[in-house]
């Protein structure tokens, strides 16, 4: 195997994107290979029994190292900006391999009521269950964070943008705190992607995405990643060595490819989603538009300090013209469009509308989506890379 000569923390987000990452077999192959493989062979026992213990670095069994998934992992890592990075087979996987790595019974996690709803119910139904507590928090209330601090909070766990109202913190602020009390703090990143947001650069342990959304772009395979130090990304991978979570090569595939075109689409998907918020603000039957680039939002100065763009997503809430029957307002409107796909998905070249309360975010309790402000009159847009008129025109006759 040939590795890439392209190692240069310097160059430019889109040359690492094409260019990092890569090894290449002695065919001498221009666009990477696909190892569709479970296992490796050795040469002798002895070189088996060094990959066994670590002496050899080479491959060993796809449930732990596979050239795919590693060359996905290297260029991901290569493009947060971090030492080094772990592939999982979903986000959700992802999000419980370093909760099973970090915590134990007695611990606690800090967290917020902004959450996406499957995180919110492994948290809650899942994790409670092994003596884990967990503390929940106003995303965008710094005090709150620090108030609730204590010594058995053991990580620091939120999204920034949240899904769906895109709600921010400030992430130097709250790295700060945390590695004044020596707390794991864990940033996931999917909404902006590394094209929009880095993390790391603000002083935060670990990144973590569903690597299904943008990363993929595409709507096709499912996957996550947590991004970080060296060491810590060691300690998750030995419980994911034996948990078993991995990524399936094909799929690692998929995604290396993909981040060639993240920046080129993260940065075109968000030029139409702000002019998208920007005409729904203006929408008479639109009460708010919840977008972190609009400069009526109260967070859009942290925002822009920690984001190049605001994003894909675009969250609305409806005036009620339908009070008597409970979702008919905005499910009438999701209904009438005709381009964007009615999907629970997000991050995708296609445009998805969603309605968060009867969907994502359905099985969690009444109370957490009243703590999270999402209403039965929020709508989740994800914008696409259709032409934004045609989008906007969509939107209007929908209205209507
Ligand atoms: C913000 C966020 N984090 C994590 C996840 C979970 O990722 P996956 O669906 O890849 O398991 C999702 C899924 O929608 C999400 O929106």
């Known amino acids: 195997m040939k590795r890439s000569p392209v190692t240069n923390k310097k160059l430019g987000f889109n040359t690492k994107a094409v260019r990092s990452g890569t090894f290449r077999s002695k065919a001498g192959e221009h666009s990477e290979a696909l190892f569709l493989t479970s296992s490796f062979i050795f040469e002798s026992s002895q070189q088996a029994s060094d990959r066994f213990d670590g002496a050899d670095n080479g491959m060993v069994y796809s449930r732990f190292t596979n050239p795919s998934v590693q060359m996905f992992e290297e260029r991901l890592a290569a493009l947060e900006d971090g030492e ?66 204590t010594n058995n909070t053991k990580l620091i766990y939120l999204e920034s943008p949240s899904n769906p109202l895109n709600q921010v913190v400030d992430l130097t602020e709250l790295a700060k705190l945390a590695k004044k009390k020596r707390i794991i703090s864990v940033v996931d990143n999917c909404l902006c992607s590394p094209a929009l947001q880095k993390p790391l650069h603000h002083g935060v342990d670990l990144v973590l995405h569903s690597a299904t959304k943008f990363i993929d772009g595409q709507g096709r395979v499912m996957a996550g990643a947590i991004i970080g130090k060296k060491n810590l990304i060691e300690k998750i991978k030995n419980v994911t060595r034996t948990s078993g979570p991995a990524l399936a090569p094909f799929n690692a595939w998929v995604l290396y490819k993909s981040l060639e075109t993240l920046s080129i689409r993260m940065n075109a998907q968000s030029k139409s989603a702000k002019q998208i918020a920007e005409w729904l603000e203006k929408h008479p039957k639109i009460s708010r538009v919840f977008y972190p680039e609009l400069k009526t939002n109260c967070q859009f100065e942290i925002a822009m300090r920690q984001q190049s763009k605001g994003g894909a997503i675009v969250s609305f809430e409806l005036f009620d013209l339908f009070p008597e029957t409970k979702n008919l307002t905005a499910w009438k409107v999701i209904d009438k469009t005709k381009i964007f796909s009615k999907s629970g998905n997000l991050g995708d070249t296609r445009s998805i509308i969603t309605h968060p309360s009867s969907t994502t975010h359905s099985r969690i309790s009444k109370y957490f989506r009243k703590k999270s402000g999402i209403t039965h009159l929020l709508v989740r847009l994800s914008i696409g890379l259709e032409d934004v008129n045609d989008l906007i025109n969509d939107l209007n006759e929908a209205l209507s």
């Open 84 to 149: 080094s990075c772990l592939a999982t087979a979903s986000g959700m996987s992802a999000i419980l391999s370093l909760c099973l790595t970090f915590l134990k019974s007695g611990d606690e996690i800090l967290t917020t009521y902004s959450l996406f709803g499957a995180t919110i119910q492994l948290f809650e139904n899942i994790l409670k269950k092994f003596g884990v507590s967990i503390k929940y928090v106003s995303l965008i209330e710094l005090e709150e964070w620090k108030i609730e601090i």
